[in-house]
């Protein structure tokens, strides 16, 4: 538990494991990262700022918000971190969690009202608040959803095209959130 301050915050959203890994910026190899000379520049040109540097390399930080998948950080990248080969775009989609209000008999469809893609989808369910369902063929990883749950339940889980079209994709940085369909 030396990774993770231990906070009420945290106590009441459940964080009582290790801080997830970072998560790259779209583009961004775990090769590319060798290449990062920590600059910043990639900081400095993302519109939402959610562009931060984890150790000296670039990160995202979904708590400020959602990328918008523009590019802007990679344009300005002198080095080769970025693929600029192929369009912005993460290796993961976002996961609910158990911890889900909804899963719980509560009303809450915070997650699919910002979603910017429509990925989140909320299924009736007899005698309780309907149920959130995330299509990972959807779903662009954007981080929209994650900022605005009200418990953090939402995370983010490595993207493998088998497990999407499954619709099976458990274990993100959620320690063991899942998809719900």
Do not use: W, Y
């Not at 998560?23 to 920590?38: E, M, N, Y």
């Not at 520049?41 to 400020?64: E, M, N, Q, T, Y």
């Not at 209000?101 to 009202?113: G, K």
């Amino acid at each position: 538990m030396d990774d993770m301050q231990l906070t009420r915050r945290n106590i009441l959203r459940g964080r009582l494991g290790p801080e997830a890994p970072p998560v790259c910026p779209p583009g961004v190899s775990t090769d590319g990262l060798a290449a990062c000379t920590s600059c910043g520049a990639c900081v400095l040109a993302c519109p939402p700022g959610i562009v931060a540097l984890a150790d000296g390399k670039p990160s995202i930080d979904f708590s400020r918000g959602e990328c918008t998948l523009c590019g802007k950080c990679g344009d300005v990248c002198p080095e080769p971190v970025f693929d600029r080969s192929a369009p912005a775009a993460f290796g993961h989609v976002m996961c609910i969690a158990d911890s889900c209000l909804a899963l719980h008999r509560t009303d809450c469809q915070s997650c699919r009202d910002h979603c910017p893609v429509d990925a989140i989808r909320f299924k009736p369910q007899l005698g309780g608040p309907f149920r959130p369902v995330l299509d990972p063929e959807i779903c662009n990883g954007c981080g929209a959803c994650l900022s605005v749950c009200p418990i953090g339940a939402i995370g983010v889980a490595p993207l493998t095209r088998g497990d999407a079209a499954k619709g099976n994709i458990a274990g993100g940085s959620m320690g063991g959130g899942q998809m719900h369909g």
